[in-house]
T-cell receptor
Framework: AQKITQTQPGMFVQEKEAVTLDCTYD???????LFWYKQPSSGEMIFLIY??????QNATEGRYSLNFQKARKSANLVISASQLGDSAMYFC?????????????FGAGTRLFVKA | NAGVTQTPKFQVLKTGQSMTLQCAQD?????MSWYRQDPGMGLRLIHY???????DQGEVPNGYNVSRSTTEDFPLRLLSAAPSQTSVYFC?????????????FGEGSRLTVL
């Protein structure tokens, strides 16, 4: 079963505008972590933001914020004031416990295009 | 300031050949993992390790073997390569033994199986 769902294969946003990238997840764990990563065309994976399942406040990191709605199991990434350099693939990920360890699983990603 | 180092960066194999993708980290992270990335499918977890001598399967373990003899190294072995294993492979490590802490990624290894 798909545990991380990103329903937007591609998104367009005008430069300087805000954009929301959707992510829903499925877990029966009470303790889990939610992450967003950026992958530019050069291919490297860049960590953007983290939200813990017990965190009451939405996480923010500069222009990135995570809209965490626990009851709906959603963890949407909001990018404010988009820049051309934000054009990239964005992956939502969840870290949860698994048979004595921890594993991080990813969604299929959303490709963001920022228009000048 | 090496972080996570993967070798080789590019490799072409013929069907049935074997090879090992190397991964080393110098951050003393206990947790290491291997992912494959295919178009439209995000990153899928192959195997992971929570410490030396301990490994476990991820989402797509078939066709791959791993071992963890030291904290620093986590090689991924393809015993008999198949075209379906053509992909970009990422090694990643994590400093925390809980659900917090981001993954630190290598630069990726692009593997083509003919």
């Amino acid at each position: 079963a798909q545990k991380i769902t990103q329903t937007q294969p591609g998104m367009f946003v005008q430069e300087k505008e805000a954009v929301t990238l959707d992510c829903t997840y499925d877990t029966s764990d009470q303790s889990y972590g939610l992450f967003w990563y950026k992958q530019p065309s050069s291919g490297e994976m860049i960590f953007l933001i983290y939200q813990g399942s017990y965190d009451e406040q939405n996480a923010t990191e500069g222009r990135y914020s995570l809209n965490f709605q626990k009851a709906r199991k959603s963890a949407n990434l909001v990018i404010s004031a988009s820049q051309l350099g934000d054009s990239a693939m964005y992956f939502c990920a969840m870290r949860e416990t698994h048979t004595g360890g921890f594993k991080t699983i990813f969604g299929a990603g959303t490709r963001l295009f920022v228009k000048a | 300031n090496a972080g996570v180092t993967q070798t080789p960066k590019f490799q072409v194999l013929k069907t049935g050949q074997s090879m090992t993708l190397q991964c080393a980290q110098d951050m003393n992270h206990e947790y290491m993992s291997w992912y494959r990335q295919d178009p439209g499918m995000g990153l899928r977890l192959i195997h992971y390790s929570v410490g030396a001598g301990i490994t476990d399967q991820g989402e797509v373990p078939n066709g791959y073997n791993v071992s963890r003899s030291t904290t620093e190294d986590f090689p991924l072995r393809l015993l008999s390569a198949a075209p379906s294993q053509t992909s970009v492979y990422f090694c990643a490590s994590n400093r925390d033994r809980d659900v917090t802490g981001e993954l630190f990624f290598g630069e990726g290894s692009r593997l083509t199986v003919l």
